[in-house]
Nanobody, 128 residues
Framework: QVQLVESGGGLVQAGGSLRLSCAAS????????MGWFRQAPGKEREFVAT????????YYADSVKSRFTISRDNGKNTVYLQMNSLKIEDTAVYYC?????????????????????WGQGTQVTVSS
């Protein structure tokens, strides 16, 4: 079992930047593919980005591609989401999630049910 704690959310002006962090407990962080999801009020939780075990593969939702960057530091048990050129529609609670390794090749997973552990979320609010 792993505990995930997000941080770095806050209020930012449209066009600005924010960096989210997700710190994981335990000794097997590198055995988890990691993902970022977000949920706006009244909306379903949606996929944002995912990263493979050593960070060699990444995948992004079309809505954030070219603006957001997911990365990880396995030595620090941390995954990051760098968000640039923020838009009002990026306002949401952002969650990090972990998926236990099952295969020796990375397969993109973008459904909430594909992930085994979740953080508590951090609020990101983008103002005009």
């Amino acid at each position: 079992q792993v505990q995930l704690v997000e941080s770095g959310g806050g209020l930012v002006q449209a066009g600005g930047s924010l960096r989210l962090s997700c710190a994981a407990s335990g000794r097997t962080f590198s055995s988890y593919a990691m993902g970022w999801f977000r949920q706006a009020p009244g909306k379903e939780r949606e996929f944002v980005a995912t990263i493979s075990w050593s960070g060699g593969n990444t995948y992004y939702a079309d809505s954030v591609k070219s603006r957001f960057t997911i990365s990880r530091d396995n030595g620090k048990n941390t995954v990051y989401l760098q968000m640039n050129s923020l838009k009002i529609e990026d306002t949401a609670v952002y969650y990090c999630a972990a998926r236990v390794r099952r295969l020796s090749t990375f397969v993109i997973k973008r459904a909430t049910g594909d992930y085994d552990y979740w953080g508590q979320g951090t609020q990101v609010t983008v103002s005009s």
